[in-house]
């Protein structure tokens, strides 16, 4: 049995660094089971001040009816709430949620971050002082979060004097910077002292109240140069379909708007989508442009869907003749055909049930066999796609079961 060599491509490509950056992931709260926690969202080092997460899914229902606001989500099910100015309450209390980045940043590369808050409905204040500041390791020593921390100096900061008082609509918090290369965490909040927060009164009912809660939803940091992706020219049977652009994520699902040939695409055309990237069915061959703006940067790309009917019946005999054993696999996902197929697949990707590309590399196919680790991958349903030379793929289901 000869084994399936296969070649990484840099598919793994991080578009997104925040980690669940629309609150959608979730863990039971240990101590309270009915109540649930974001997904790699925390306080600095063991104090607990820091936001609480509103869910569809906690109980009570928290979402979009709180003790502290009524809103619904930016997008999703989730958004987080936290305390960002109370100079009366005791030990102050400010929430600086923190974020395990997907990865350090890169050194010397410019990031775009964005940020969507919005002032709970109880809040006695608006205020102007929101930010983020990324950082090292060094955010693990401080042991006091629930205070002004006034000596780090945000990357991404709100305008002074922009007070955000909208308790009805996000309100957009973006910027740029550029990275060292240490920064593996993510904090959001307030980084001024008391007197130096420009504030304005929202809710005069909620006086002698100082409180000026902000709900957080849709953060995101994405490299300002990352090139725009459609997808790979390709070609496919009738009735079928294939998968373009990137895999979702926060902010680079809302960076990107899809067109399709010969549509003349001007600021009023309307997309056919938008978002990072979708499965289409075309009936003829079709040409797809995708447009991507980040933090003010455009960039297009573009993708051609070939339905070609040279080599059809080869391809068709080919589909039928794949033979993936054992199916479910475990570790070890086994490739067949009765016919020689060296020089007919040069690529092999793989896809979740939901489209989400998984993995594609460049792969040599030798003596009608071939050998796939799938160790790494969950529990579930996979599509399997092997590309040949002609931009036609022959694709199949297979189930993993560990």
């Known amino acids: ?43 600095t080092d063991s104090v607990k001040a820091y936001g609480e997460l509103l869910s569809k899914i906690t109980f009570p229902i928290k979402v979009p009816l709180c003790n502290y606001t009524y809103q619904w989500p930016r997008h999703g099910s ?35 971050v964005t940020i969507h808050v919005n002032l709970s409905n109880q809040s006695t204040y608006g205020i102007d002082a929101i930010g983020a500041y990324f950082g090292d390791g060094s955010l693990d020593t401080i042991t006091q979060c629930s205070i002004p921390i006034t000596y780090l100096t945000p990357q991404i900061a709100n305008p002074v004097n922009n007070i955000i008082t909208d ?41 002698p109240a100082f409180a000026a809660d902000y709900l957080i939803d849709d953060v995101s940091c994405i490299e300002l140069n990352l090139p725009a992706f459609a997808g790979r020219d390709t070609s496919i049977f009738a ?12 902010g680079i699902d809302e960076a990107c708007k899809w067109y399709k040939l010969p549509t003349i695409i001007t600021p009023t055309t309307p997309a056919i989508d938008t978002v990072a990237g979708f499965w289409v069915s075309p009936i003829t061959t079709s040409t797809y442009v995708v447009r991507q703006e980040i933090c003010g940067l455009v960039k297009w ?25 054992p199916n479910p696999a475990q570790d070890i996902l086994q490739m067949q055909f009765t016919v020689d197929v060296e ?11 939901l ?32 590309h040949g030379t002609n931009l036609q793929t022959v694709s199949k289901r297979f189930v993993i079961n560990h």
């Open 1 to 43: 049995m000869i084994l399936l060599t296969l070649y990484f491509k840099g598919n793994s490509q991080i578009i997104n660094y925040i980690n669940n950056g629309g609150f959608e992931e979730v863990i039971t709260n240990t101590s309270t089971p009915l109540f649930y926690s974001a997904k790699y969202w925390g306080a």
């Open 78 to 112: 989730n958004h987080l709430i936290s305390l960002q100015y109370c100079p009366t309450c005791s030990f102050n209390k400010r929430g600086y949620p923190r974020n395990r980045l997907k990865h350090n940043l890169k050194a010397g590369e410019i990031y775009c």
């Open 167 to 207: 308790t009805l609509n996000w309100i957009t918090i973006k910027g740029t910077f550029t990275a060292t290369g240490a920064e593996k965490y993510m904090l959001i909040g307030n980084f001024k002292s008391d007197a130096n927060t420009n504030k304005a009164l929202a809710n005069p009912t909620n006086l």
């Open 239 to 250: 009735g079928h379909s294939v998968f373009l652009g990137r895999q979702p994520d926060v």
């Open 301 to 325: 790309d573009t993708v051609v869907v070939y339905m070609d009917a040279v080599g059809i019946e080869k391809f068709n005999l080919l589909k039928n003749d794949l033979r993936l054993f």
């Open 343 to 353: 020089n007919e697949f040069k690529t092999i990707i793989i896809y979740n049930k």
């Open 355 to 386: 489209g989400q590309l998984l993995r594609e590399e460049d792969l040599i196919f030798k003596n009608k066999t071939a050998s796939i680790k799938t160790d790494d991958l969950e529990n579930g349903v996979y599509v399997l796609k092997l």
